[in-house]
């Protein structure tokens, strides 16, 4: 490539926050009209690297070029005027407002007389989702949409400000393989229009289906740039990690035990109907399905955090009561939720504070919390799930995605939780550590607990449960034991063999 091929060069750029170097002399091109897939473990560094970028953060050194314009972005509007967008993986609309409100929003077209141009506005949005192929309409609330649809409203508003570079980080994390598939359709539009891609995800085989390259980094350093038809999926997991990695799942040799939990006629009136079902003591029991089928809603019922209609739930064969979460944490039952930023974790305050906030008796002395017994629990946490902090009383805020989520299994851990149930456990997370998650279940269930997994992948629920459970439309429609493993009963499943899901469409 030439360099008038360029559109950015970023060289030599770092950037440190109290107790860890976030970036450290790290240089990558991104030509024009191409999709650059930024690779990298959690903590490696690209989202420090992409707020610099979009003006979220400023660089302690190093230049950045745009356009063949040396350039200091020092707040996202200054990123916006040179033509870069950003779309994070929590959306950045208001929901009481329309598409196109939302895509000018603090930019709406005007009239003489100072009043917004609403007919304009709604016809400019319209042609722009048109273009995309976007079978959207200008004057819908945005609170109607589905994820997928909320989406496809921020990459219009990224486009109808001639963004010449649209970030993309982890766009696909809460979509259909359907959705998917559209979002990928306007990633190659967007290419053909002569816009570049900085593509952000976890998932390697959406890496090889959309790049044009891949730059790959480590602890915040460069390690490699590769056209992506020069490297293969294992070089790439290599070069991301620092080793080799033989096995992605756990060897599943526990022995099954007697029953230790049972579901009977759950349901919540709304998502959620007639759900039974048992746990034994040492199995991993997994949850598949298409997103909207009812399992997270079906998780949450269960746990207290969502109000039930019917149902009961035993343990050791014990009726139990666990209408709220006060009463199923006492219970013994752990909830490891889906977004573990707003519901899993306080970001805010340190790990010390986020491992014992469910077990406080465990560390309660005279009516008082006892620092030393705290601190020594956290230690011993921080240790055996081999957390990566610079100590304990380091902001959970600061941590890999992956470091966070092994902090809210400490929680649930210190708790003596019997069952825990994970929605969606490795979502965001980078191989090497969904290894170390998996290790950590694997662990769990040995020691007799009971593990229930919830997953859109079904890779996943395979290689690391003993036993899936499919849902459809909020009911269970089959069961598969090892056996009968297979992506296509999954997919079978999920639909009720019929094809009739509902669930979130486009």
């Known amino acids: 490539m030439k360099d008038r091929d360029i559109l950015l060069r970023m060289e030599g750029i770092s950037k440190s926050f109290p107790g860890v170097k976030a970036l450290s002399d790290f240089s990558m091109d991104v030509y024009k009209g191409e999709v650059l897939s930024l690779m990298g473990g959690n903590g490696a560094g690209k989202s420090t690297l992409m707020k610099i970028l979009s003006g979220a953060y400023r660089k302690d050194s190093g230049t950045i070029v745009f356009d063949g314009v040396t350039t200091e972005i020092g707040n996202p509007r200054v ?30 077209p005007k009239t003489k007389t100072g009043n917004v141009a609403w007919r304009k506005m709604n016809r400019m949005a319209q042609e722009h989702l048109d273009a995309l192929g976007i079978d959207l309409k200008a004057e819908d609330p945005v609170g109607t949409l589905s994820i997928a649809r909320q989406q496809m409203v921020e990459i219009v508003k990224a486009v109808s400000r001639d963004s010449k570079l649209v970030i993309m980080d982890e766009p696909t994390s809460s979509l259909t393989d359907k959705e998917i598939k559209v979002l990928f359709q306007i990633i190659r539009t967007l290419k053909k229009k002569g816009v570049s891609i900085i593509f952000i995800t976890h998932r390697l085989d959406e890496i090889f289906e959309i790049s044009d390259r891949v730059t790959i980094m480590r602890d915040g350093q ?15 997991i290599t070069k991301m990690i620092g080793r080799e990695m033989s096995k992605q799942f756990p060897e599943r040799d526990v022995e099954i035990g007697e029953e230790l939990l049972r579901v ?3 349901s919540d009136g709304v998502k959620v109907s007639d759900i039974s079902f048992t746990l034994h003591k040492g199995e991993v029991l997994g949850f598949a ?47 490891l939720t889906e977004n573990r930023k707003t519901e899993g974790l306080v970001l805010p305050i340190s790990v010390r504070e986020n491992v014992v906030m469910v077990a406080l008796d ?88 009971g593990i229930i997994v919830v997953s859109s992948e ?33 997919a079978a499943l999920s639909v009720n063999e019929t094809g009739t899901n509902r669930g979130i469409t486009l």
């Open 458 to 490: 079904s890779e996943e629920v395979m290689g690391i449960c003993d036993r899936i459970i499919v849902m459809c439309e909020g009911r269970i429609t089959g069961e598969l034991k090892k056996e009968e493993f297979s992506q296509e009963r999954i």
């Open 362 to 449: 465990k560390v309660l002395s005279g009516g008082n919390i006892d620092r030393r017994k705290e601190t020594k629990y956290s230690n011993d946490y921080v240790d055996a799930l081999n957390i990566k902090t610079p100590s304990i009383e380091q902001k959970v805020m600061y941590l890999s995605g992956g470091n966070q989520q092994k902090v809210v299994l400490s929680k649930w851990l210190m708790s003596d939780s019997e069952v825990i149930i994970m929605d969606e456990p490795t979502r965001g997370i980078d191989v090497g550590a969904k290894k170390e998650i998996y290790d950590i279940i694997n662990d769990m269930a040995s020691q007799g607990k």
């Open 289 to 335: 399905g298409l997103v909207g089928s009812g399992r997270t809603e079906t998780m949450h019922t269960i746990f207290g955090s969502r109000k039930r209609k019917k149902g009961r739930v035993y343990l050791h064969g014990k009726q139990i009561d666990t209408s709220t979460p006060k009463k199923s944490i006492r219970n013994g039952i752990g909830l």
């Open 79 to 108: 990123a916006e005027d040179l033509g870069i967008s950003i779309i994070y993986q929590e959306l950045n609309l208001l929901p009481s407002l329309t598409v196109a409100e939302n895509i000018y929003i603090g930019r709406h």
């Open 222 to 236: 460069f390690v490699d740039t590769k056209d992506i038809k020069d490297i293969t999926k294992a070089e790439l």
């Open 264 to 266: 009977e006629d759950l």
